[in-house]
């Protein structure tokens, strides 16, 4: 799974576009297949910050997503309400796997990505 965090800097007094801009887009990604969940936040100590914390089934679906038409079609209408240009970072979840021998002793410990897990568990 990945973890997509989108931050928006929002022009004073264009907040309530914005929002509603934000619910569309949302309405629309969750039809989206690899779309797992996601929140709206806005900064407590700078208000013009928004971000949009998304969780997608793996990074190929998210960009399929990211770079569709209907996604497209709503980041133009949004980008008259910005003050720069949209960050977008694309974070993979990281695993700890450990396994314990029949005394219940751990004996290996591997930080391991979801597609490493699933690799492993098919072996």
């Known amino acids: 799974m990945v973890r997509v965090i989108i931050e928006r800097h929002c022009r004073p007094g264009k907040?309530?576009?914005?929002?509603?801009l934000l619910v569309e887009l949302r309405g629309k990604a969750?039809?989206?297949?690899?779309?797992?969940?996601?929140e709206t936040l806005r900064s407590v100590d700078d208000p013009s910050l928004w971000l949009v914390l998304s969780t997608w089934l793996d990074v190929d679906?998210?960009?399929?997503?990211e770079s569709?038409?209907?996604?497209?079609?709503?980041d133009r209408k949004m980008q008259p309400l910005l003050t720069?240009?949209?960050?977008?970072?694309v974070y993979t979840f990281v695993w700890n796997a450990c396994w314990y021998d029949d005394e219940g002793r751990r004996w290996d410990t591997t930080p391991a990505t979801a597609?490493?897990?699933a690799r492993e568990s098919q072996s």
């Open 15 to 20: 907040e309530a576009e914005l929002e509603n």
């Open 30 to 38: 969750i039809a989206q297949r690899g779309y797992v969940s996601g």
């Open 61 to 65: 679906l998210w960009r399929m997503w």
């Open 68 to 74: 569709s038409r209907q996604r497209e079609d709503i």
């Open 84 to 89: 720069g240009t949209p960050r977008t970072s």
């Open 115 to 117: 597609g490493q897990r």
